[in-house]
């Protein structure tokens, strides 16, 4: 039997964090959500999700720093992570790489095959079960 994996969201723009919560819960993940830096870490620390996608400009603590943060821990630095991000600075990816993320989505994200973007960090067990 398949158990989807949990996913926490750490997105500070009400629009985008409603957007991608309805998404994955359609797809039948459970997500739980943080609007702010601070709130996401601990988030992290306190119940690991198996999966987190992570806005860079956040409140309180940047992505970045939750990326180099959770890395640097051992229990936590195998948890997938994703950064969603509007930034379009030149060499934005590369920085977000560097410190520490899996991948990069550029917003705004797109509906039909965002969900498809993230379940290829997840393990086949850990996917959702869902007619394709």
Known sequence: ????????LIEDDV????????LLGAFGYPTTAAADGVAGLAAIRHDP????????QLPLLDGREIARRVKAEAALRTIPLIAVTASAMVGERQS???AGFDAYIAK????ETFVAEIEAFLPAAQRAARAR
Request: with cysteine.
């Open 1 to 8: 039997m398949r158990t989807p994996a949990h996913i926490l």
């Open 15 to 22: 629009a985008s964090r409603e957007l991608i919560l309805y």
């Open 49 to 56: 999700p198996d999966l987190v996608i992570c806005d860079i």
């Open 96 to 98: 977000v790489l560097a």
């Open 108 to 111: 705004p994200i797109t509906p």
